[in-house]
């Protein structure tokens, strides 16, 4: 009998496993494939919200033939909040090598003025790209599924390292290292 409930509990414990793969649509790098080239990413091209260190107009992610780092965050987001002083350290170290660009899938300008932003952006010590993905359409090309969510992208377009969570600045600088010398 005894072995029954250990083979039940065992049984379980992998379903609902499986089932958190398929609901976050995240897979750990032990079960992906490291041989494959990824594709490259289809270009999105996305407003830019005028805030420190920002620009009124729109960019392009990712540009042609130059790496790129996105950082995915929302204003309702406490972790986002922790992980902007690593950001801006980062983008302090290495940002003139990439285009370093902060995206919200928040719908600027609809249920989330651009004002919001602006103050959120300034309140937390932006200063570089930040820009409105109101569609969610990068966001679902980069496969976000978490915020913060930072994706590193080589020169051709192609995702080298992406992961969700808090990252320290040497982490982030780390994953940007791999897309430059992808």
């Given at each position: 009998m005894?072995?029954?409930?250990?083979?039940?509990?065992?049984?379980?414990?992998?379903?609902?496993?499986?089932?958190?793969?398929?609901a976050t649509g995240t897979i750990?790098?032990?079960f992906s494939n490291r041989n494959e080239t990824p594709e490259p990413v289809e270009p999105t091209t996305l407003d830019t919200i005028e805030a420190p260190g920002s620009r009124d107009g729109?960019?392009?992610?990712?540009?042609?033939?130059?790496?790129?780092?996105?950082d995915f965050f929302g204003t309702w987001c406490?972790?986002?909040?922790e992980q902007m002083p690593a950001l801006g350290e980062a983008e302090d170290r290495i940002g003139d090598e990439v285009l370093f660009v902060s995206v919200t899938t928040e719908d600027v300008g609809g249920s989330v003025s651009e004002e919001t932003v602006v103050e959120w952006w300034s309140e937390n010590d932006g200063d570089w790209l930040v820009a409105a993905d109101v569609t969610a359409e990068l966001a679902a090309k980069l496969n976000v599924g978490a915020y913060p969510t930072a994706v590193a992208l080589d020169p051709t377009g192609?995702?080298?390292w992406s992961e969700s969570g808090i990252h320290t600045a040497d982490e982030i600088v780390t994953g940007i290292e791999i897309a430059l010398n992808a």
């Open positions: 005894k072995r029954r409930n250990l083979l039940a509990g065992l049984a379980s414990v992998g379903a609902i496993g499986g089932a958190g793969l398929v750990p790098d032990t729109e960019v392009t992610i990712p540009p042609d033939n130059q790496a790129t780092f996105v406490a972790p986002c909040v192609r995702i080298q």
